[in-house]
């Protein structure tokens, strides 16, 4: 079948725009400090949940009117422009401009007051910080986004498409960073667009920290909340990354697994010698490194090692877990029987710690020839939930392995930096506040994720700022992060932009956060 022709950007653009209202008021600070105040019902409520106002509804489908008029895929298209290509060195100053040139100006209009923080990493790019402060009494909201993005990989995208050209095809927007992260932190800064321009201010003071290295291992980010957490203090992150549940299920995550990646290597002598000769006289470290994995981890996943495996999963998380069904439908057919025996698919994957052979190497493997190798290595990776502090892997994995006589197994760090598991209590108030706002928007009850199975920075704001943490995703699994073919879904944009603006409403309403008046 023939691939039809992507329409021309501007095309889509046009047709989205087709019979709707007009763009949103660019707002001033001036107009803003200006508004008068929003009245408030007489009527009382339970703190947690939105006022179902007229006000409300207006500002939502404010919301929805831009978007159908092509006013996110405009900032977007604006934004995936620039190739913020972090893996490359060369793309420096091009990280520095979107900052400059984009995000910068954009968030002035918001009536924000934003700079450029120096990276306490030696050569790492440069840090976005930007805030509104309203009122100090005000509660106060830190979001982040980071604005690079993987490698474009401009050759491999399929139908003619660039990476760098928002097209439009199907309900998708193609192009790098629709998905991770560009799309989703331009959807949280229109929502906030939107509630200034129905309220004539946020209701709350709001802060923006936006990196250009998160592709990279976000370096320095932790550093820098450390030296400037007074500058990042706040009462909640509410940020988005990362996928939905599935595409038509709005979706809460409270954090993260932990990443903790490290090598076995088994090295036992210069060269090879022939098997014939010396197989019975000399030991195979291959057999050797495959014996020292299965004594750590068994034929079905089980991990073995104590100090690898977590705590019993907590009934709150256990309670959001039970309605939760990971998988996707396109994606692979999930193995009843792997891993930790009496755990749901659901609970493996988002409430337990997975111990993974990624890479094993003995010989040649693309040429074997009758010889016993010197040498065998694999690389391991420890993926794990909150509770478990990857600093005492190395250690619990060093006795494990000497007590069973493989002591000539050695145990070396990982390139990568380990990620920290976090993970807020799925029945913290933030998250029942979160939950009734979206329900209230979007009319479904988001599926709560206590924290992703992959792994995100965010033991930056759980751990450091000591923020609860609620995460609202806009991606969702087939996304094709990271690789070609990248893409947003418009439908889901849209009703991202609905939620965020109904959870910007209702954190600048008075009577329905968890924020206690100061
Ligand atoms: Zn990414």
Request: net charge negative.
């Amino acid at each position: 079948m023939e691939v039809a022709e992507t329409p021309s950007a501007d095309r889509a653009a046009a047709r989205i725009g087709q019979g709707t209202s007009a763009r949103l008021p660019r707002v001033t600070h001036a107009e803003v400090s200006e508004a008068p105040p929003i009245r408030r019902g007489a009527r009382r409520r339970r703190w947690f949940q939105p006022s179902m106002n007229a006000q409300r509804s207006l500002a939502i489908n404010a919301a929805a009117d831009w978007f159908d008029g092509g006013g996110l895929l405009d900032d977007l298209r604006r934004r995936v422009a620039f190739r913020t290509e972090s893996q490359h060195r060369e793309r420096a100053p091009e990280l520095a401009r979107y900052l400059t040139e984009e995000i910068g100006p954009a968030v002035g209009r918001l009536g924000f007051r934003w700079t450029l923080w120096e990276n306490p990493a030696a050569g790492a790019p440069p840090m976005f910080f930007a805030e509104r402060i309203e009122d100090p009494s005000l509660p106060t909201m830190l979001t982040y986004g980071h604005g690079d993005v993987v490698a474009g990989h401009d050759d491999q995208w399929t139908g003619g498409r660039s990476p760098w050209d928002v097209s439009e095809s199907d309900g998708r927007w193609y192009g790098r960073g629709t998905a991770d992260n560009k799309g989703q932190h331009t959807i949280n800064l229109a929502a906030l667009g939107c509630v200034v321009a129905a309220r004539g201010r946020l209701g709350f003071n709001a802060k923006l920290l936006l990196e250009m290295g998160e592709e990279v291992g976000s370096p320095g980010l932790r550093q820098l909340c450390e030296a400037r957490a007074e500058s990042l203090s706040a009462d909640v992150l509410i940020a988005s990354d990362g996928p939905r549940l599935r595409s038509d299920r709005p979706t809460i995550f409270l954090g993260s697994r932990g990443a903790f990646n490290f090598d076995l290597v088994v090295d036992l002598r210069e060269g090879a010698h022939h098997s014939g000769n010396w197989g019975g006289l000399l030991a195979n470290p291959g057999t050797m490194l495959a014996n020292a994995i299965a004594s750590m981890v068994d034929a079905r996943g089980r991990i073995l090692v104590d100090a690898l495996r977590p705590a019993p999963i907590p009934a709150s998380v256990r309670r959001a877990l039970a309605e939760i069904e990971p998988g996707e439908p396109d994606g692979p057919a999930i193995d009843e029987n792997w891993g930790e025996p009496q755990l749901s698919p659901a609970e493996r994957v988002f409430g337990w710690n997975a111990l993974e052979v990624l890479a094993f190497r003995t010989g040649n493997p693309d040429r074997p020839v009758n010889a016993i190798p010197p040498r065998a290595s694999a690389h391991l990776q420890v993926r794990f939930v909150v509770g478990c502090d990857s600093r005492h892997f190395i250690p619990a994995i060093r006795t494990h392995l000497d007590l069973r006589g493989f002591a000539k197994v050695e145990i070396r760090p990982g390139d990568s930096e380990p990620m920290a598991a976090t993970r807020l209590d799925p029945d913290h108030p933030w998250v029942r506040w979160a939950v009734e706002s979206i329900a209230a928007t979007s009319g479904l009850r988001p599926a709560i994720l206590p924290n992703l199975g992959g792994s995100l920075p965010n033991d930056c704001f759980a751990d450091v700022l000591r923020l609860p943490t609620i995460w609202v995703p806009h991606s969702y699994p087939a996304c094709s992060q990271h690789a070609p073919d990248e893409h947003m879904l418009a439908a889901v944009a849209r009703e991202g932009l609905m939620i965020m603006t109904g959870l910007f409403w209702d954190l600048g309403d008075p009577g329905c956060t968890p924020v206690r008046p100061k």
